[in-house]
């Protein structure tokens, strides 16, 4: 191969940072370039002509990404333009990237994509055979399948939805419909692949989620990346990361495949698929025995004093709800209250602690140490050398960046969702929240661990000072009291919670875990489906194991209704399809950060499509529920923002909807932001709590590494000694964005990324069409054969269908195994990237 075909992919990496930066509105030099523009040989009288034709609206982005706030423009009913549109207190954060902008101008108004009408099957399912019927036959036969299911059992009846569309009213109205029933909701995550991060970082930090405002880059000497894409997938965030790297921060990425951000990073340490929590321990081996962490802050701020029991590995009580440690100053235990733990937001480790982090105590007849014993002893097993051994990242480069990281002061870390989507899911999340505690580096400026970047954007202690200051945000009672009146706040609470926390209050709300939505399918267990609500998700080609579904779910489901703007895989395989309306037709809110934002329409919706409201609301008193949907879109919106919050206090009500956002006056606009600086967890100890006492029976009291002796998927590896890995790339968010013609120019069809060493073992040639198999099914792609993937690793942009595929598709290829701990703790995260296969030129 040609070197220049070999490092195509750096190239196009280095292109995706550029263009990132320049949708984000930032300059090679981080300067505007408003004064460029200006001289323009663009007619300006046509310009000002056309100008005058155009009318404007506001939108917030719905799908599942960065929840842009963008400017669109029309022109004769149709949308020609999207621009980012203004953040009051922050235009420096003003963003769109090309997907926004591509999903508006094309595929919302493309009649071919979208689905123009209601729809009946005619055909076998999937077969793609529909006939057109009226919205009154179609609620009639929804209505009427609905109220058998109901009459038998209400459980029986599931309502799922998904992140097509996280506006509030469109995400959420479906599953309010099945809590005004008494049917059945899933707490999403498990299935969709996300929950490992949220089990992961709440384990630790009581957090699913500690991110730090990407601003915050700039004030750290150090940052390291573990799956994390932002420069294709957080175009924010990107920003302020090259504003860091410009200023002198170091940027390392680990990641087995050299992407986009990878490209522009000062290193990049290609790593073994799902190896990245035995990097760590390694690191965390390195720091401890050159006596690097961070003693003081580990014994006021973390578990690492509390004592343990020697015999059963429980947290010592001495008495109800407290911890105990061991004080050296009296060479006695002492109490510690959770409610008390935390300190000064001042970016110390607080002040000199004689708390004991090692020895062996006797408090009140048990025999007792510190966790840090553990912590300590687990990772003396993971010596460089034996982590380099499964990460394939040599043991001198570990020790390198271990002594780096800890050396910074402050350094921070970032893993998202990439680092969790593997058997035992939340090992990654847990030891690098461990590891960013160990070195004192949470709840301080520059340092972190971050899964997204929230920070903290409203100031809490300046709310206070507001009148109403305990007033919910959004006035939510009359949407929220529906069914028993609790029901679907428990679902709410259930879509980033970890559901073990209070599992008998899940399922007396009918929420279950989607980890357990096939075998409910096929066994009715732990509740049946005979009918299926899917809402803002096309759930066949998100979901892993498409055969499954296919062959054994979908046929044990009697009825099955698809409500979707476009015409999905899941779509074909429903018995009615009902059209929707996108995010930009339809009214809606949300709240971001420091924001409020309101959806118009800003143009008409195509064909016959309704809101998810509409639908429900047509629904509901064929069902019985007629008098809890009583609103229009746009009332419901108004009643919400009726609050009493002090964020809505002297607001001209009719300004705000036409220019679609508000800032909240206790927003932080001055600074970056972090969370946790007080260093107060929201953890059963009120400390960073990397030691946790239900675990023991799993020998996972402490971040370790069980995936490397315990992977089902690792059985076959004489046969598919491949791993395949399904990254998100600039092109999709998910399926949304299929099909666009403008995308195309980045990526027009799906592309198997192989290793020169391992294309050249099979005989495949850059561009050679390729069967990629293993025993669950298989696809046909083009290879694309660089050194931008480590050996031994293949990868494959997500988010393509059926029709992009000379053969096949890659959710044929992945599975759904039921992980013991990750049950046992929550629920099980669909390990998207723990599959193995074997590629062959076809």
């Known amino acids: 191969m040609a070197k220049s075909d070999i490092s195509r992919r750096a190239f196009v990496g280095a292109v995706a940072g550029a263009s990132a930066l320049a949708v984000a509105g930032c300059s090679p030099k981080n300067e505007p370039q408003l004064e460029e523009l200006s001289d323009t040989s663009v007619d300006d009288t046509q310009a000002v002509r056309q100008a005058e034709e155009l009318q404007t609206f506001h939108a917030s982005v719905g799908y599942n990404c960065m929840n842009c706030f963008l400017k669109g423009y029309t022109r004769d009913g149709k949308i020609v333009r999207i621009e980012p549109g203004d953040l009051p207190n922050a235009p420096e954060r003003n963003n769109a990237c090309q997907r926004c902008m591509a999903f508006a101008t094309q595929k919302v108004q493309d009649e071919n994509a979208r689905v123009m009408y209601p729809m009946r099957r005619t055909g076998e399912r999937g077969s793609g055979e529909f006939e057109r019927i009226s919205w009154e036959e179609a609620i009639t036969e929804v209505a009427d399948k609905l109220n058998a299911v109901i009459e038998r059992d209400p459980r029986a009846a599931s309502f799922y939805i998904f992140t097509g569309n996280m506006n509030q009213l469109a995400w959420f109205a479906?599953?309010?419909?099945?809590?005004?029933?008494?049917?059945?909701?899933?707490?999403?995550?498990?299935?969709?692949?996300?929950?490992?991060?949220?089990?992961?970082?709440?384990?630790?930090?009581?957090?699913?989620?500690?991110?730090?405002?990407?601003?915050?880059?700039?004030?750290?000497?150090?940052?390291?990346?573990?799956?994390?894409?932002?420069?294709?997938?957080?175009?924010?965030?990107?920003?302020?990361?090259?504003?860091?790297?410009?200023?002198?921060?170091?940027?390392?990425?680990?990641?087995?495949?050299?992407?986009?951000?990878?490209?522009?990073?000062?290193?990049?340490?290609?790593?073994?698929?799902?190896?990245?929590?035995?990097?760590?321990?390694?690191?965390?081996?390195?720091?401890?025995?050159?006596?690097?962490?961070?003693?003081?802050?580990?014994?006021?701020?973390?578990?690492?004093?509390?004592?343990?029991?020697?015999?059963?590995?429980?947290?010592?009580?001495?008495?109800?709800?407290?911890?105990?440690?061991?004080?050296?100053?009296t060479d006695a235990m002492v109490e510690l209250d959770p409610a008390q733990s935390g300190g000064a937001d001042d970016n110390t480790s607080g002040p000199e602690s004689t708390l004991a982090l090692t020895g062996s105590f006797q408090v009140n007849g048990v025999a007792c140490h510190p966790t840090m014993d553990d912590l300590v002893a687990e990772v003396q097993q993971w010596t460089p050398e034996r982590a380099a051994e499964i990460t394939g990242v040599d043991a001198a480069t570990i020790e390198r960046i271990a002594l780096e990281y800890a050396n910074a002061k402050p350094a921070a870390l970032q893993g998202r969702q990439g680092v969790a989507r593997y058997y035992y899911s939340y090992e990654t999340p847990r030891a690098l929240a461990t590891l960013a505690g160990l070195c004192g580096y949470i709840g301080r400026s520059g340092g972190g661990v971050s899964r997204n970047n929230g920070g903290a954007p409203v100031d809490v202690a300046a709310s206070a000072n507001f009148t109403n200051a305990s007033a919910a945000l959004f006035n939510s009672e009359e949407w929220d009291n529906v069914g028993d009146g609790k029901t679907y706040g428990v679902f709410r609470m259930g879509i980033l919670s970890l559901y073990m926390t209070n599992p008998e209050e899940f399922a007396a709300a009918n929420v279950y875990k989607s980890s357990e939505m096939y075998d409910a399918a096929i066994t009715g267990n732990p509740v049946p489906i005979d009918f299926l609500y899917l809402a803002t998700s096309n759930f066949l080609n998100m979901s892993p194991d498409a055969n499954k579904i296919i062959n054994e779910v979908f046929p044990n489901i009697d009825f099955i209704v698809t409500a979707d703007p476009f015409w999905t895989w899941t779509a074909k395989y429903s018995d009615i399809v009902l059209p929707t309306t996108t995010w930009l037709e339809s009214w809606d809110f949300k709240s971001k950060g420091a924001w409020i934002m309101v959806n118009k329409p800003g143009v008409e919706p195509m064909g016959e499509s309704k809101s998810d409201v509409e639908i429900m609301t047509m629904l509901a008193p064929k069902v019985g529920v007629g008098d809890a949907w009583t609103k229009t879109d746009e009332e419901w919106v108004r009643t919400h923002l009726d609050s009493d919050h002090y964020a809505f206090e002297g607001l001209d009500m009719d300004e705000f909807l036409e220019n679609g956002i508000i800032a909240r006056p206790d927003g932080v606009f001055d600074r970056a932001t972090y969370p946790l600086g007080t260093k107060k967890f929201n953890t059963a100890t009120g400390r960073l709590e990397f030691y946790t006492d239900s675990l023991v029976k799993y020998h996972s009291q402490v971040p370790t590494y069980l995936r490397g002796s315990d992977n089902p998927e690792r059985d076959n590896l004489d046969k598919y000694p491949l791993s395949f890995i399904q990254y998100h790339d600039r092109r999709l968010v998910h399926t949304q964005h299929t099909g666009i013609e403008m995308l195309k120019e980045i990526e027009a069809e799906p592309h198997l990324y192989m290793n020169p060493a391992d294309a050249e073992a099979r005989g495949i040639a850059h561009d050679d069409v390729v069967l990629i198999y293993n025993d669950r099914g298989s696809c046909k792609a083009?290879?694309?054969?660089?050194?931008?993937?480590?050996?031994?690793?293949?990868?494959?942009?997500?988010?393509?269908?059926?029709?992009?595929?000379?053969?096949?598709?890659?959710?044929?290829?992945?599975?759904?195994?039921?992980?013991?701990?990750?049950?046992?703790?929550?629920?099980?995260?669909?390990a998207f990237y723990d599959v193995c296969v074997q590629v062959e030129k076809a």
């Open 174 to 329: 479906p599953a309010r419909m099945a809590h005004c029933l008494g049917a059945s909701t899933w707490a999403m995550e498990g299935i969709m692949g996300d929950h490992g991060s949220s089990v992961g970082y709440t384990l630790v930090t009581g957090s699913p989620d500690p991110g730090h405002d990407s601003a915050d880059y700039l004030n750290t000497n150090l940052m390291l990346l573990f799956g994390s894409n932002n420069a294709d997938t957080n175009v924010p965030a990107f920003r302020h990361l090259v504003q860091a790297q410009r200023k002198g921060t170091k940027l390392i990425v680990v990641d087995p495949r050299l992407s986009s951000t990878a490209s522009i990073a000062d290193e990049w340490i290609p790593i073994n698929p799902g190896t990245d929590a035995a990097f760590a321990l390694a690191m965390m081996n390195v720091i401890i025995n050159n006596d690097l962490h961070d003693k003081t802050w580990l014994a006021n701020y973390s578990c690492a004093p509390l004592l343990v029991s020697d015999e059963t590995g429980e947290y010592v009580h001495p008495s109800e709800g407290m911890y105990c440690a061991w004080d050296t100053a």
């Open 782 to 830: 083009k290879a694309f054969v660089t050194d931008g993937i480590i050996e031994g690793a293949t990868a494959m942009s997500q988010g393509w269908s059926p029709d992009d595929f000379i053969e096949g598709h890659y959710q044929c290829l992945t599975h759904f195994r039921k992980n013991e701990v990750e049950e046992a703790i929550s629920m099980t995260n669909a």
